[in-house]
Structures are given as structure tokens and as C-alpha cells.
């Protein structure tokens, strides 16, 4: 697919033009055996996602402890201009206190890091990766101001909570005219729906942009499992046991739909997945982590798979979406 054939959108509340795929870079690294571990091969994926028209490179401290950053900065030397580069921050860098999390201390300090090993003097969208419950969300709010006002963040954006917190963090901005978060990054996909229940509806009626993360529940969307066979040593869901709680009589329910569909389009199980997000209006793009290009160019060709809405009822008909609180890991 070339740039031309790529659609943009418009991060919802804002005029910042976004590929309606985003590039998520938490593969880049050797933290887990699945990850892309050699960094020419990364590149390979990266500019050809550039290549295909993605425009938004998402990233963050924590992916290989800062290895995801240094790969990605690499790679972006000399068109960093037409990117729109993210980077995220609360997880743990160095051991002691104020290691982790949102105080000013800390997030000061990382985006510094971050900002250097992306080798780039500005991110376009710098997003909280998880609620802190031990800062001041205005405290955090303060921050990011600050990194706003310097000119080093262009868009503030949060990520994975309830949605009582995000509430009160765009509360609290309004009321002491601080930054509002621009975005909110969540986990959602046809087999993960909870955030249904949870962040979608603040976010549509606050008008806040939506990225959408695991869209394909960690490959369990692709068919690469079989619910009658054990995972294979070494892969991410005989590693993973939040990959593993995806196993269910009702997601493999879903997964059936999603092989009849894609029998029928003469298109891929992840085509069929990406095709059902790309539809809904209250998502401005998923974020995909392809660890291979053909991983990749099968993703893009997702924006060519229509579906209808007897379809996507088929689809969300085996679910029925709670948040009740979701475990996500850390």
C-alpha cells in the first residue's frame, strides 16, 4: 500500500492529522524472547511503516528499559518533521526513590531520557502511562504544563484507567487551567471490550482522542492459537498469563466469527479484527505491533476490509462487555 492510499484522521480535540494506523514500538527490544530483538530488523518494519503512510510512532521509556526509544530515535534521523513521535512515562527506570511514577521529580527527569535516546529535542504527544495514586494529579498536571510551556511536548495524552480518574484529571485541568490530556491510549479490541464500560464513554463526551492498544489481543486474533492445543514453549502465551486469560469459551466464541468473516472477504483474521476497530467512531486509530513487515503490510491492508452492521453484530454478539475494575499488568 503506498503513502497515497493511507487515511488520516484528526486526533479527536485537536488538529493534529493522524494515520488511522498507528505504529506501537513495545516489540522493539530484547526484553521478551517474542520481541524483535535485532535493531536492522526493526528499522526494516519502522520504515515500512512510514513507507505505507503511518505517521505516528509510539513508543515508551519502559519498552527494554529504553531500548525501544534508542531503536526508534535511530531510525527516524532526518524526517523526524513529518512523524508524530510518542513516548510514555510512570514505570520504573532505576531502582530507589523516585524511580517511577508521576511526582514532578520524576517526570522531569525522564522525558529528558526519553527525549535523548529518541534524539529529538520535542515529542508530539507525551502520555502518563498509568494513574499514580500516590501523586497529586495536580501535581502531574503541573508538570506536564511546564514540559508544554518549554516547548518540549506538543500534546499531552494518559493511558489505562478507571474512569472516575480520568474524569477527575480533566476536572482538575479544566478547573486550574492546566494541560487537558489531548488523548487516552486503552486497551480495546474484539476480545477485549471492557473500556465499553469504562474510558470510551468520557472520552466521546469529552471529545478526547482515542488510540487503541492490543487490537489484536496479543496475536490471540490472528488464529495463531488453537483453543485444543497447548500453548507453544516460548511463545508470548505460554509466557504470558494475562495473554493466557484471553482462553475463554466466549472469546474463542468470537474468534469462530472472525474465521467465517474472513473466509468469506478472502481476508485475514487480523484484517477482519483491525477492519472492526477502524469502524468505530469512538476510536481514531489502533495501534499496531507488528514484529515482521509481512506482519505489517497484513495490518495496512485492513483499511480495504469493509464490514457491515449485521457483521459487526456477528461479531459483538458471543460478548458482553464489563469493566469491573480490569487487571492490566502493572
Not at 513495545?26 to 530483538?37: A, K, L, Q, R, S
Amino acid at each position: 500500500m503506498s503513502q497515497h492510499d493511507m487515511a488520516y484522521t484528526r486526533l479527536s480535540g485537536t488538529g493534529l492529522e493522524i494515520s488511522r494506523l498507528c505504529l506501537g514500538c513495545w516489540n522493539f527490544g530484547t526484553e521478551e524472547p517474542w520481541m524483535v530483538g535485532d535493531e536492522e530488523a526493526a528499522h526494516e518494519i519502522i520504515d515500512r511503516a512510514i513507507d505505507s503512510g503511518i505517521n505516528v510512532l509510539d513508543t515508551a521509556n519502559v519498552y527494554s528499559h529504553g531500548e525501544s526509544e534508542r531503536i526508534v530515535g535511530n531510525a527516524i534521523q532526518g524526517r523526524r518533521e513529518e512523524l508524530v513521535v510518542t513516548s510514555k512515562v510512570f514505570g520504573r527506570m532505576r531502582e530507589g526513590p523516585n524511580g517511577r511514577g508521576l511526582s514532578r521529580k520524576h517526570v522531569l527527569e525522564q522525558v529528558d531520557r526519553t527525549l535523548e535516546r529518541l534524539g529529538t529535542d520535542y515529542l508530539d504527544l507525551y502520555q502518563i502511562h498509568r494513574w499514580d495514586e500516590h501523586t497529586p494529579i495536580e501535581e502531574t498536571l503541573s508538570a506536564l504544563t511546564h514540559l508544554v510551556d518549554e516547548g518540549k511536548v506538543r500534546y499531552v495524552g494518559a493511558s489505562t484507567m478507571a474512569a472516575w480518574q480520568f474524569t477527575k484529571a480533566l476536572y482538575e485541568a479544566d478547573r486550574q487551567r492546566y494541560e487537558r490530556f489531548d488523548s487516552m491510549q486503552l486497551e480495546y479490541s474484539l476480545v477485549d471490550r471492557h473500556e465499553e464500560q469504562n474510558l470510551l464513554p468520557v472520552c466521546t463526551d469529552q471529545n478526547v482522542g482515542t488510540l487503541a492498544w492490543s487490537p489484536l489481543a496479543g496475536g490471540f486474533l490472528t488464529g495463531r492459537y488453537d483453543r485444543d492445543d497447548d500453548p507453544d514453549d516460548g511463545s508470548r502465551a505460554a509466557e504470558d498469563p494475562y495473554m493466557q486469560q484471553r482462553f475463554t469459551d466466549e472469546n474463542w466464541a468470537v474468534l469462530d466469527v472472525v474465521r467465517d468473516l474472513a473466509e468469506v472477504k478472502d481476508a485475514t483474521m487480523a484484517q477482519v479484527s483491525l477492519a472492526w476497530l477502524l469502524h468505530k467512531d469512538s476510536v481514531d486509530a489502533p495501534i499496531v505491533g507488528p514484529t515482521t513487515v509481512e506482519e505489517l503490510d497484513d495490518s495496512v491492508a485492513a483499511l480495504d476490509v469493509s464490514l457491515s452492521d449485521r457483521e459487526i453484530e456477528r461479531l459483538e454478539a458471543p460478548k458482553s462487555p464489563s469493566w469491573s475494575e480490569r487487571k492490566v499488568p502493572w
